[in-house]
């Protein structure tokens, strides 16, 4: 059993005319590791297992990205991660994989507004506007790996690890507020 | 700030999501006991001081976390090429000729 020890709670960190971040309830997170038949993990999980790295299949409330040829994430409510380790334990045999759970590790920001672009630009060098809505990247935010989801077009979520989440809370407050006064 | 193809993620990415990781096609042999402390002497410390194209890691390591070949040049620092881990090793006139 994983137990949450994040410092932030959830809710709207700075709401401002620029962009809001906020910390989102918790969520159980797993890690899948394996180089076995995608199709079987597919028809385990309900989903067709993606393969292209960044890429983001949805079923029901569990979602799957690709993070790397052998690696994925699965986002799911935490009264349904027991059922993924039923589903996956009983393919186990035929197909080797290490499936851990990792909710506690990270929280989860949301991002969103007018200038959500412009904030995420303040810490990632990536050209955010690259990201296909609906699909998913594992990148650097002012030193701290991160995953950004781009799940409409002024709308993100990134998941961080907690040692770093205060860290990246103040910053992101900053930028929203930098950014606001721009505007005025 | 310099522009590094993942031959993995198959984008071309800022600088910052990678790390520099030595010299590439550094061969581990197969039998270590049989090895004289003259060849492991080589095999862990002696590196090439490549002034021109010089064949590298490289690690997406902010990005899909794997391990990489490129080939980049110590004075331009123009990438001539990035290629999966374990792909054989470029020959570099085809590089120069055809571009990537
Ligand atoms: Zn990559």
């Known amino acids: ?184 | 700030m310099l522009l590094i193809h993942c031959p993995y993620c198959d984008e071309t990415l800022p600088e910052a999501e990678f790390t520099y990781a030595g010299q590439a096609h550094v061969i581990r042999h197969p039998e270590p006991s049989s090895q004289t402390d003259q060849e492991w002497e080589e095999f862990l410390f002696i590196r090439e001081n490549v002034k021109g194209d010089h064949f590298e890691r490289w690690r997406h390591f902010h990005g899909c976390g794997r391990y990489f070949n490129a080939v980049r040049n110590t004075v331009s620092d123009k990438f001539l090429t990035t290629y999966k881990a374990g792909a054989p090793r470029p020959q570099l006139s085809d590089l120069k000729e055809g571009g990537e």
Request: net charge negative.
């Open chain 1, 1 to 184: 059993m994983s137990v949450s020890i994040s410092t932030l709670s959830a809710g709207v960190i700075i709401e401002t005319k620029s962009a809001r971040v906020s910390v989102a309830a918790p969520k159980g997170r797993l890690s899948l590791r394996t180089r076995g038949d995608l199709g079987v993990f597919g028809s385990a999980l309900g989903v067709e297992m993606p393969s292209k790295i960044g890429a983001c299949v949805r079923s029901g409330e569990l979602e799957v990205l690709c993070l790397g040829p052998d690696e994925w994430t699965l986002m799911l409510p935490q009264d349904q991660v027991a059922s993924i380790f039923d589903a996956l334990n009983a393919i186990y045999e035929a197909q080797p994989h290490s499936l851990t759970e990792v909710s506690a590790r990270e929280v989860t920001f949301e991002i969103e507004g007018t200038h959500a672009t412009d904030l995420l630009s303040i810490g990632c060098p990536r050209d955010i506007e690259s990201i296909p809505v609906g699909e998913a990247r594992r990148t650097v935010f002012d030193g701290v790996t991160v995953i950004l989801w781009r799940d409409a077009s002024t709308q993100f979520r990134m998941d961080v690890w907690n040692s770093f989440a205060p860290y990246l809370a103040q910053t992101l407050e900053t930028g929203c507020k930098e950014i606001a006064a721009e505007l005025a």
